[in-house]
């Protein structure tokens, strides 16, 4: 018997997965990695952020090898969510609201 007809014999046993955005991740590797007390871990020799507050905890980060482009973040089993660059410049640059406040509580004195 050759290949294919054995193949075809149990063709009607063979169960596909179904199309969706999330069956691509099922084949990407896995790494560990530990967040720091900012929300960011390191991978690829870049920086991103977590996509939830993950501070100083152990996450999965799962990603294409051949392109490295998204990093899926999963904290004890379940998704968490796509992680972002983080953007050194932005977070230097944005006026935060807590300081704002306390500038302009300062001001009323």
Partial sequence: MIPIDRFNLDYGRINFLTDDKYNEEVFFVEEDRKVSKTNVFSICNRKFECP??????????????????????????????????????????????????????GDNK
Avoid: C, P, S
Wanted: charged letters at 40%; hydrophobic letters at 30%; aromatic letters at 8%.
């Fill in 52 to 105: 939830v507050d993950l501070r100083e905890k152990k996450v999965q980060v799962r990603f294409d090898r051949t392109q490295r482009n998204r990093f899926i973040v999963y904290f004890k089993g379940k998704r968490m969510g796509e992680a972002t660059l983080l953007n050194l410049h932005h977070n230097a640059n944005e006026v935060r609201k807590n300081i704002e406040n306390k500038k302009n509580k």
